[in-house]
């Protein structure tokens, strides 16, 4: 390959050098004379200067190697002029710049919109968690969280369902599976509500306690429109000496308006759980109709939105075992409980509580 580019040279002499010289030289302008392409530029400059495999490169070790000693001399200024050509003639062709159509090719349109990087938002159930959570906060409620996997002890027990109660049908949940060896109290289950952590909160702390828990609980139900098998709710517990159901409502009626506007009415409808005595649901004048009546309310004026009660002497029994300042004579409170999917529902008019889980952009952006 090297002796078809560089051709032989026997004779060193001057007329001989400035021959194959001038050869090499006539070969460089002609071809450079064509390039047309920033590519074609750079295949000459490699060509030709390449630091390995260039034409001048393999000039000068193999017609400077060979020429006898006082060839050498007029044969190094021979090769500095050619390079040097070579060179001028690089640098015109790189001076000379792209082609101006290979410039558009390559040109940024500065009017062109820039990628956009879409902002991440908040799904809507946590939003609206969130929002529940403030309200109580706002009050000076301290906020906790408890485990999702929790023992029969502190979801049931301890809440005062006990072992073989009816009540615990009510809400029915996965086990974890082969707990048999231990006692009832201590096998583990996808706890079935939040109330748990209001054991686990008294245990902690002597009264006085405000406290919300947001969270996530599992029952055994069948998904339909406006129930899922795995849902959130927030938890409340206030005890405190002399906390009485003036208290409650007071507190309830308050989160009701700063959640769905200052126009709602709530009203307290007795109702049963094992862990609050007395027991009550809380029914919000219908927000859709204004409590006048329509299809979202049953024509009733009244929706049904979260479930509470004065702590029953019974659990605080249990938080004593741990923390005796819970004495059902010194102290008194109250807990409550209620869905976010069904608040989030009621104040987005959300009508299919799958919409929640679906991941639907198309759905989920409204909210952003
Ligand atoms: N834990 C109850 C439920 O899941 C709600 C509740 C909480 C009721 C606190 C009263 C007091 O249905």
Not at 129 to 138: H, K, R, T
Not at 182 to 209: C, N, W
Not at 313 to 327: G, T
């Amino acid at each position: 390959m090297t002796t078809e580019r560089i051709p032989q040279l026997k004779d060193f002499s001057a007329a001989s050098l400035d021959a194959a010289f001038a050869a090499l030289e006539a070969e460089a302008r002609s071809e450079a004379a064509a390039l047309a392409t920033p590519g074609a530029v750079e295949a000459f400059r490699l060509e030709w200067l390449g630091r390995k495999q260039g034409r001048l490169n393999e000039i000068s070790s193999l017609w400077l190697k060979s020429a006898p000693a006082e060839a050498k001399k007029l044969l190094g200024q021979r090769f500095n002029a050619l390079k040097t050509a070579v060179e001028g003639l690089l640098d015109a062709a790189l001076g000379a710049g792209p082609s101006n159509a290979s410039l558009a090719a390559e040109a940024i349109d500065i009017t062109l919109p820039g990628t956009r990087r879409l902002m991440g938002a908040e799904h809507p159930i946590i939003k609206t968690l969130n929002e529940i959570v403030g309200v109580f906060q706002a009050l000076g409620y301290s906020v906790g969280v408890g485990p999702e996997v929790e023992t029969d002890f502190y979801n049931f027990e301890s809440m005062n369902f006990p072992p073989g109660h009816p009540a615990r049908d009510t809400q029915d949940t996965l086990v974890i599976a082969n707990q048999e060896r231990r006692p009832l109290r201590d096998r583990l289950l996808l706890r079935t509500h939040t109330s748990p952590v209001q054991m686990r909160t008294m245990e902690q702390h002597a009264p006085p306690v405000r406290i919300v828990i947001p969270g996530k609980v599992h029952r055994n139900d069948a998904a339909d429109a406006t129930h899922s098998p795995i849902f959130h709710q927030v938890e409340g517990l206030c005890v405190d000496t002399n906390v009485t159901f003036s208290d409650l409502k007071g507190t309830l009626d308050h989160a009701m308006k700063a959640l769905f506007g200052s126009a709602v009415k709530t009203r307290f409808f007795p109702s049963f759980f094992p862990f609050t005595e007395p027991s009550a649901d809380v029914q919000i004048s219908c927000i859709f109709c204004g409590g006048k009546g329509c299809r979202k309310c049953k024509h009733s004026g009244w929706i049904e939105l979260l479930g509470c009660g004065m702590v029953d002497p019974a659990v605080f029994a249990f938080a004593a075992e741990k923390q005796p300042a819970y004495d059902s004579r010194k102290i008194s409170g109250f807990a409550f409980g209620m869905g976010v999917e069904r608040i989030a529902m009621m104040k987005y008019g959300v009508s299919e509580i799958g919409q929640f889980y679906s991941g639907e952009m198309k759905f989920l952006n409204q909210f952003a």
